[in-house]
């Protein structure tokens, strides 16, 4: 996917994939999963907390082997991003309020939990 790193271990590797024409970018994770299903891509980087949604169930990951070869580092630092034409900075405050109290409740971690394993949500967490 264009504009999004995936972690300083694996980005030298993606370069030199690109120079050797061995890339094939998708505009979003269910279609580049969908391709990789099909055989039309052998490996997949991404994210656990982008793959996860969907791949399905471990029956439906029968033929697929997940690998993380740059263990415990974060993978992926992500951010929010508020427009300014329709955020104020006060606004934008709020959301920074609103992200940290569901932080210290919980909340977050129950969101991620929903979707990836206990020690992938844990390392989601800002």
């Given amino acids: ?12 590797y993606i370069a030199k994939w690109k120079l050797e024409g061995r890339i094939v970018e998708y505009v979003d994770e269910s279609l ?6 099909r055989g039309e891509v052998a490996a997949v980087v991404s994210s656990a907390g982008a793959y ?3 791949l399905g169930t471990d029956a439906d990951m029968k033929d697929i082997r997940i690998v993380d070869w740059d263990t415990g580092h974060i993978q ?6 508020l427009s300014k034409a329709s955020f ?8 920074g309020q609103l992200i940290a109290d ?19 949500a844990m390392s989601m967490l800002p």
């Fill in 52 to 54: 996860r949604l969907d």
């Fill in 102 to 120: 569901m932080r210290r409740d919980g909340t977050l971690l129950r969101i991620f939990r929903k979707y990836v394993k206990p020690d992938e």
């Fill in 32 to 37: 580049l999963i969908g391709a990789m299903r």
């Fill in 76 to 81: 992926v630092v992500g951010n929010l991003m």
């Fill in 1 to 12: 996917m264009r504009g999004y790193v995936h972690s300083s271990f694996y980005e030298p």
């Fill in 88 to 95: 104020d900075e006060a606004q934008a405050k709020q959301w």
